[in-house]
């Protein structure tokens, strides 16, 4: 009786939350989850794992975890398969896994989790850049909503360009005890990057593929309205191409086999955490609170990463990335702002239009209904000129 009394009594306080406090909470804790993404792919890297088997292994853990709930949870939605649709995902799979997994690795084995973070930001304007040149989305420059747009892919531009382009001096290293860590750490080596600007450009060609992935989905959805069966199968031909890759290019056999129990742990957090349990929350977030909600936390988690990977990784951050790291997330708000401003836009122009309709209704109705009045108080018959 008693566990159940605290049961329930432990539901009924979850329950007394405040859903836009949840929001805020599982967005935080979504920002920590990927930011943990970012050093554990770092460590992989330092530990010597492949930058073709670990992307195979993190999208098997992914396929097998969403596999049953496409399956079971969009049975009734899902369409017929054609051939046009699996030519679609395959080329959903080399845009928005293969490439942008690819990009991402090779650009985070060269610069460091924290710039890896931050040129992420550019996204969002990224894809509204993409979306106006390929004229799915409009850009209206006599309104503030597109002007705000177009400033923020402006600044989100200057900042990969800066990030890109320039390092600068050291603006904060860490302490000495930070850069010899426990010997929990020990294995997660260091955040120092082989070539910086090589390393930049391969995160630029990251996000572009993540953006172009953005935007090409959308018509995709449209016409196979179920959204985790075409992440499931974008998750399928990611695999194949991966498979593909490494069987060319990764001869050595030694590199497919777990070395030790720091191997196996980031891989099992790039598949549960990074594309599991995090691709659900998500999920509910945007349902619940909307795209921009969720895109403006974005910024929290360079935060988190930065922390992060002084910590574990002993990272040090140069001026040329945190000037561009504040152009890109300006860039962000600006752009979201700007996306926002649009919506209230759009809505104020539906009620105007609803209202208008809804007035030409009530001019036809009285007009209809005068016509009517005048027509039945005239007489049936003419009147008689004849005396009776």
């Given amino acids: 009786m008693a566990d159940t009394g605290g ?64 399956y079971f949870l969009e049975k009734k939605e899902r369409p017929g398969m054609t051939l046009n649709f699996l030519i679609q995902f395959f080329l959903l799979a080399l845009i928005g896994i293969t490439a942008n ?26 894809t509204f850049l993409m979306a106006a040149l ?48 426990t010997q929990l750490l020990v294995s997660l080596g260091d955040a120092s990057g082989k070539n910086w600007t090589l390393g930049c450009i391969y995160l630029i060609g990251h996000c572009l593929s993540w953006s172009a992935w953005l935007v090409l989905q ?19 031909f990611g695999l194949i191409q991966f498979l593909i890759i490494a069987a060319i290019f990764e001869r050595d056999t030694q590199a497919w086999v777990f070395h030790n129990g720091g191997e196996v742990f980031t891989i099992l957090y790039a598949g549960v955490v990074a594309s599991g349990i995090a691709f659900a929350v998500q999920i509910w977030c945007i349902d619940r609170g909307g795209p921009v909600f969720v895109a403006v936390y974005q910024p929290v988690q ?25 152009l890109i997330i300006v ?25 208008t309709t809804q007035e030409h209704g009530i001019t036809r109705i009285t007009s209809s209904s005068s016509h009517n009045k005048t027509s039945l108080t005239q007489p049936l018959l003419p009147p008689s000129t004849e005396n009776v």
């Fill in 7 to 70: 049961s329930s009594s432990s539901s009924r306080m979850l329950c007394s939350v405040p859903e836009r406090v949840q929001l805020h909470l599982a967005m935080l804790t979504l920002q920590f989850g990927y930011a943990g993404f970012h050093v554990v792919s770092r460590a992989a890297l330092n530990m010597g794992i492949s930058k073709l088997v670990f992307p195979v292994y993190r999208n098997i853990i992914a396929l097998l975890l969403l596999l049953p709930f496409a």
């Fill in 101 to 126: 997994q690819g990009f991402y690795l090779l650009g985070l084995d060269n610069t460091s989790p924290t710039f890896a973070s931050a040129i992420q930001n550019s996204v969002p304007a990224i």
């Fill in 134 to 181: 390929l004229r799915i989305e409009k850009v209206r420059i006599n309104r503030k909503d597109g002007i705000s747009k177009v400033l923020g892919t402006i600044f989100c531009v200057a900042g990969a360009s800066v990030i890109t382009l320039y390092q600068g001096p050291t603006i904060y290293s860490p302490a000495p005890h930070l850069k010899q860590p």
């Fill in 218 to 236: 959308a018509p995709v959805l449209k016409k196979y309205p179920a959204r985790l069966s075409v992440t499931s199968y974008t998750c399928f």
């Fill in 302 to 326: 360079t935060l988190v990463v930065a922390i992060m990977a002084s910590i574990a990784l002993g990272e040090e951050f140069y001026l040329g990335g945190i000037i561009g790291a504040v």
């Fill in 331 to 355: 860039g962000l708000y600006l752009v979201l702002w700007g996306k926002s401003e649009e919506k209230k836009f759009a809505l104020q122009e539906k009620a105007l239009i609803q209202s």
